[in-house]
């Protein structure tokens, strides 16, 4: 086959080039392709730096020459003083290197080349400075090399990330001999939107004659659960003259790739999140489930390099003693970029303060990378405060001594947050080193299986966030480090079996794996095999009615709370209903309890219908009693005062008086509950009081 690679940033061949993980994972990939004896091209922007490229590698300067110019309608709610459309003139030339087997095409133009340093345009460009475009014009330039240079042959190209690739798939849709593959390198908020102007006329200079979908419908949801959103980094609202990015890569490519099943699993429904019931009622989910039959895991893994070191050969003392730590107790290490929402580290460094604090005696190696420092004067205060126990830096630093750091440590903490992790390449790191993990049971990390049960586990979870400052994830983070610590000290046989079972799951990642996953699904689509529904996917989202009968399982339609979909497997006796009803329960699915006691009367017994009936009372001041024993959290949502879905609401907790049962005013009539439940599922509530 002819792969080509296609994405903003292509430089892991060459560290000093690396701007993002995306960077690496291609090159990595890449080379394994080829190695397989595939050709693979890869097509990226020179960005500004063709005369750093020369002075390394063997540049051949190919004759072609697109002159051109870009035409960029502007929405006039972001773009103030601007013209209508913008003109960029293009003169795009094209370059090679050929390493390690791979053809490596650089694009070069006056956009292109500009932000030589950071390659990506700040976000605050936007509405401010027309670079903000360059990601725009790569899309272009790209489809009209991929046409020019390679003409009529057949090639497969896998794009990453659908923010910058968005337009290619429909644009090569009509094209039979260019197969498009879509990769979802992040989770970007999946009903995330662009200015439909500005698609309409790309596509149409690029020939492209593909109807954009009609403006959504109005949305009847709640305010306050639109308003929340924000707070959760899942969802934006956007005005009627904006489309779906994501529906122009799912619906017209001929393939959707994502780097873990849980992944995968997570942006198909958003299942336990806040963002879940608000997902069901956008045509986004539409759009996700017609497309379900094009998902597959291609994967991701762990380099080469990481994994052919020996952690025999780090030194703890001398690692650990040259950060001013002891080397003889219990050492916690955490890696990644300094990104407080993502990553949980506002948390991280509150619980590592609360054990210190409370006389803990353990070590922590704490890397926030940033290349401005960091700005939070917390972390340098709870530094300051432990020094000799806590190592804190943000320096970028050679990758042998970042593999130092994470060899010389007993466990890794990684407690990310609002599901933003599609694989977590650091946490594998630090687990094929023998690190044992405490981190987030986020869908895109469980591959790791940190979150098991006793006999398979390679560590220990605290619940999903979605939460600022969350104090549910400070106190578990705090209380897992303790029984981590008293592991290590009292049965440090059983650590060194967690060590072992981490060390081996990560280091089955590898790029071979990767490949493997890849070329299998790849191959199918070069021979021309349509792409089918796996049944499983279709059960673990409740997607029914795409299953035969025979498909359909009554453990699927309980864990849905779908009772036409049991019905469709078995009677729905009162076993079945009281099965149904306790299941809804358990996950705070309230409707679901009610259509089951509606259903079948007699079935539920009363003491779990009065705990449905009165789970919300008024006290003697008039004050609402809320009860429910699994929830960890209840708050109170208010719609902002100012209407608008960009508007925040206001937010509450309900103060907890009892295990389960929580106090505070009366909400209004358009507040919300959002519970946050012993699981880590957070949902909504609507239920009022008397």
């Known amino acids: 086959m002819h792969i ?92 090679r290197i050929r390493l ?47 046409r020019s240079w390679f003409g009529d042959e057949k090639a497969l190209v896998h794009a990453h990330e659908p923010y910058y690739h968005y337009l290619l798939p429909a644009a090569l849709r009509d094209d039979p001999t260019k197969l498009v593959v879509s990769n979802v390198q992040s989770n970007m908020p999946v009903a995330k939107k662009v200015y439909a ?16 979908p009609e403006p959504d419908p109005p949305l009847t949801a709640p305010p306050a659960m639109v308003q929340y959103q924000q707070r959760t980094h899942l969802h934006y609202t956007y005005g009627p003259d904006h489309v779906a990015l994501y529906e122009l890569t799912a619906e017209h490519a001929d393939l959707i790739d994502f780097l873990s099943a849980g992944q995968l699993d997570f942006y198909a429904s958003f299942r336990d999140t806040p963002f879940e019931a608000l997902f069901a009622r956008l045509p986004i989910a539409d759009v996700v489930r017609r497309n379900a039959h094009k998902m597959f895991v291609g994967g ?60 803990l005696a353990a070590n922590f190696v704490v890397r926030c990378i940033s290349g401005s420092g960091i700005d939070d ?41 609002f599901e933003m992790d599609t694989f977590l390449i650091a946490q594998g790191e630090a687990m094929a080193v023998g ?60 650590y060194r079996e967690l060590a072992r079972r981490s060390a081996e799951v990560a280091r089955a990642f590898t790029w071979g794996h990767c490949a493997d996953l890849h070329l299998a699904a790849f191959e199918r689509l070069w021979r021309g095999e349509p792409a089918r529904l796996d049944p499983q996917l279709a059960l673990r989202h409740g997607w029914f009615d795409l299953l035969a009968d025979g498909e359909v399982t009554t453990e699927a339609a309980v864990a849905h709370g779908d009772l036409d979909a049991y019905e469709r497997c078995a009677p729905l006796d009162d076993a079945a209903a009281r099965r149904m009803f306790g299941a809804a329960w358990a996950r705070a699915d309230f ?69 389960g049962t929580f106090t505070g005013p009366a909400p209004d009539p358009e507040d919300l509950l959002l519970l946050t439940l012993d699981s880590g599922r957070v949902t909504w509530d609507e239920v009022r009081h008397g």
Not at 116 to 128: A, L, N, Q, V
Request: charged residues 25%; glycine residues 6%; contains cysteine.
């Open 4 to 95: 080509i690679e296609t994405y903003f940033e292509c430089c892991g061949f060459d560290h000093t080039f690396i701007q993002g993980g995306t960077s690496v994972y291609l090159w990595n990939l890449s080379r394994t392709f080829a190695a397989r004896g595939h050709r693979v091209s890869i097509v990226t922007p020179a960005h500004g730096r063709l005369d750093d490229l020369r002075a390394r590698y063997e540049v051949e300067d190919l004759p072609y020459e697109d002159v051109h110019t870009l035409p960029v309608p502007l929405d006039p709610e972001v773009w103030h003083g601007f013209p209508a459309q913008a003109e960029l003139p293009l003169r795009t030339t094209a370059h």
């Open 100 to 146: 390690d087997g791979v053809d490596l095409y650089f694009l070069a133009d006056e956009w292109l080349d500009r932000l030589p340093d950071t390659f990506y345009p700040p976000y605050d460009s936007k509405g401010r400075d027309l670079v903000f475009f360059k990601p725009l014009v790569f899309q272009v330039d790209a489809v009209r090399f991929l």
């Open 197 to 212: 102007p500005e698609v309409t006329a790309l596509l149409g200079l690029l020939g492209a004659d593909v109807p954009l």
């Open 300 to 359: 991701c893994a762990i380099s080469d390099q990481w994994l052919a070191w020996d952690p025999a050969d780090v030194d703890r003392a001398e690692v650990l003693g040259s950060l001013g730590l002891d080397p003889a107790l219990p050492t916690f290490f955490h890696n990644a970029r300094y990104a407080v929402h993502h990553k949980g580290q506002v948390e991280l460094v509150r619980a590592i303060d609360r054990v210190l604090n409370a006389g």
């Open 377 to 417: 004067p917390l972390f340098h205060e709870i530094a300051a405060r432990h020094k000799g126990r806590l190592h804190l830096e943000w320096e970028r630093v050679p990758e042998r001594q970042v593999f130092g750091y994470a060899a010389a440590s007993d466990f890794c903490l990684f407690p990310s947050k």
């Open 435 to 494: 690190a044992v993990p405490i981190a987030t049971d986020q869908r895109g990390m469980e591959h790791f299986r940190h979150a098991d049960g006793p006999r398979t586990t390679t560590g220990f979870a605290v619940n999903r966030s979605f939460a600022e400052d969350d104090e549910l994830l400070v106190a578990a983070l705090a209380a897992r480090i303790d029984e981590a610590v008293a592991l290590w000290h009292e049965r440090h046989d059983a």
């Open 591 to 659: 409707t679901t309890c009610a259509r089951v006691v509606e259903r079948r009367p007699g079935a539920v017994d009363e003491d779990a219908l009065r705990l449905l009936r009165e789970r919300a009372t008024s006290g003697p001041d008039g004050a609402l009693v809320y009860h429910l024993p699994h929830a960890a959290r209840v708050e109170v949502v208010s719609p902002a005062a100012q209407p608008g879905a960009r508007a925040l609401p206001g937010v509450r907790p309900l103060r907890r008086t009892a295990a």
